[in-house]
Structure formats: C-alpha cells, structure tokens
C-alpha cells in the first residue's frame, strides 16, 4: 500500500506544472524580444553614425576633386605652407571629427533641446565647404581668412553646446578649432606674401 502510494505521489509531482512552463516560456519571449530590440537599436544607431560622418566626407571630397587646385599653390606658397594634399587630408579628417561630434549631440537630444545646434552645425560644415574654393580656386586669400575666422568662432561656439550634452562630443571638436586657427593663419600669411610679392 505504501509503495502503491509512493509510486503515484512521485508520478503525480513528475508532471509539468504549467504555470510554471508558461512563466518560463514567457520569459524567454521577453528576452528574445529585447535583444532583438538591442540588435535593431545598434543597426539603427550604427546607420545613422555612418551617415553622420561618410556624407560630410564625400561633400568634402567632391569639393576637393572641382576646387582643390589653382592659385592658392601657385609659386608665391611659402614653403612652410604645407601642400595641397596635407592640407586636404587634414580637412577630411577635421570635418569628420565635426560629423562624429554632431552624431553624439544629435543621438543624445541635443538637436531637439537646441534646435539652432543643427543649423549652426550645417553652417559650418558649409563654411568649411566654401573655404577650398575660394582659396585654391579663387586665390582670395582675404575671404579666405574671413571664412576661417567664422569657422573658428562657429567652432568655439558648438563647442559650448556639445559641452552641455557630452564632454566627449566638445573634446572631439577642439583639434578642429585647431585647425580653423592654422588656416585663418595661413591665408594671413599668404596674404603678405601676396602683397610682397606684388610690390616687389
């Protein structure tokens, strides 16, 4: 009679409870749905970093190509100038410094808690646009050092306002207001040479 008994109690606890069956399904739902969640928020986020950064590099490099030659490397260059190719090289990876910088403003609300960040991030990738042609086309060395001189204020100024959403996103434009200040000083430079030049 005991083991009659016993044999049924163990058969009878053997069997799947299925409130617990359904908990443990529904929790593995969950799971798989988060991280399907996580996986479609990192391509997302991947997505937009690519476009933040690739697009201002082809605005650049298409610039480049039509305006990166002409007077401004014409024999008046000092030869503490560095050539057109640095100079290039160094303007891609400053606007792409600038492009990593808004994506972080941007994925964090920045663009949404300013509204003017975004224009005063469009105004200087286009003021960096403008900088090749009127240089190296034109050979306005004059506009030139205008130019700069207002990249490096807008510089300083989106400077402020990615300090106030990510420190890393400040600290990602300061070698570009680096570069604005060299450039403002070679079109200074080239300037009195210019004059120098044609006086003589």
Known sequence: ??????????????????????????????????????MASAKRGLRSLSIAVLVPVLLTLTNIYFFGGGPGGGPSRPNW?????????????????????????????????????????????????????????????????????AVGGGLWRWSRVARRVNPMARDLVMPCLGWAGFLAFVNLKMMFASDHHQSS
């Open 1 to 38: 009679m005991d083991s009659s008994n016993l044999k049924h109690r163990t058969t009878k606890d053997s069997s799947p409870d299925p409130t617990t069956t359904s908990a443990t399904t529904d929790g593995g739902d969950v799971n798989r749905a988060k991280k399907q969640r996580r």
């Open 81 to 149: 100038i560095p050539p057109h190719w640095a100079l290039h090289m160094t303007c891609l990876a400053s606007v792409s410094l600038l492009g990593l910088s808004a994506w972080i403003v941007w994925a964090e609300g920045g663009f949404h808690r300013d509204p003017s960040a975004a224009g005063l991030y469009f105004g200087l990738l286009g003021l960096g646009l403008a900088w090749d042609p009127i240089v190296f086309r034109f050979g306005l060395n004059w506009a030139g050092l205008v130019v700069a001189a």
